[in-house]
Antibody, heavy 118, light 110 residues
């Protein structure tokens, strides 16, 4: 059974760096792409970045300058770092499995709420 | 501002049908499949419809999707109280090289 679980601080101060980790089980990471998606309170979904099946990182252009992803298949984890956060980055952050070249996110983590506040 | 455009709300009475629209452009809906997700408040989105009207496991056939040009629609017939949720459309965007989403439609069963 495929499972994803996000972890990380729930509160980050403005201008600091948001760091989240996604633990993946029940699937081979190398066969799929892995994506971070966020949802501000009461709003829609926005993709942040993903690791394609062959490696590398594809960013949402609107966030590219502030986002870094890393993936470690040996530990079944992939991570998100977002620098210089502001209150506008307050959102539920989800990790998900993405079928390459599609908008098919077939497995999601439960999400973790990150609040940016002093 | 979401890349795909959905109405913020829709409603119907039990037994009725309802349609939720989703509008995009050539680089997303115009060239690629549309996916639909269902989200109950406080939980993660779940894939509802994928790859040309394929339903995820457990989704009844009274739920279907269609696409024409750069727009798509999700149709739910025989509304039931358990259909109350937020519904999001999504499509791959060739220009952005990533998936784009609608802002979501809150479905209320009156």
């Amino acid at each position: 059974q495929v499972r994803l679980q996000e972890s990380g601080p729930g509160l980050v101060k403005p201008s600091e760096t948001l760091s989240l980790t996604c633990d993946v089980s029940g699937t081979y990471m190398n066969y799929y792409a892995w994506i971070w998606v966020r949802q501000p309170p009461g709003k829609g979904l926005e993709w942040i970045a993903y690791v394609p099946r062959g490696g590398g990182i594809i960013h949402n252009p609107s966030l590219k300058s502030r986002v870094t992803l890393s993936q470690d298949p040996s530990t079944n984890q992939f991570s998100l770092k977002m620098t210089s956060v502001t209150p506008a980055d307050t959102a539920m952050y989800y990790c998900a499995r993405l079928l390459p070249g599609t908008a098919n996110l077939d497995y999601w983590g439960q999400g973790t709420l990150v609040t940016v506040s002093a | 501002q979401s890349v795909l455009t959905q109405p913020p709300s829709a409603s119907g009475t039990p037994g009725q049908g309802v349609t939720i629209s989703c509008s995009g452009n050539y680089s997303n809906i115009g060239r690629n499949y549309v996916y639909w997700y269902r989200q109950v408040p406080g939980t993660a989105p779940k894939l509802l419809i994928y790859t040309s009207n394929q339903r995820s496991s457990g989704v009844p056939d009274r739920i279907s999707e269609s696409k024409s040009g750069t727009s798509a629609s999700l149709a739910i017939s025989g509304l039931r109280s358990e259909d109350e949720a937020d519904y999001f459309c999504a499509a791959w965007d060739d220009t952005l090289s990533g998936p784009v989403f609608g802002g979501g439609t809150k479905l209320t069963v009156l």
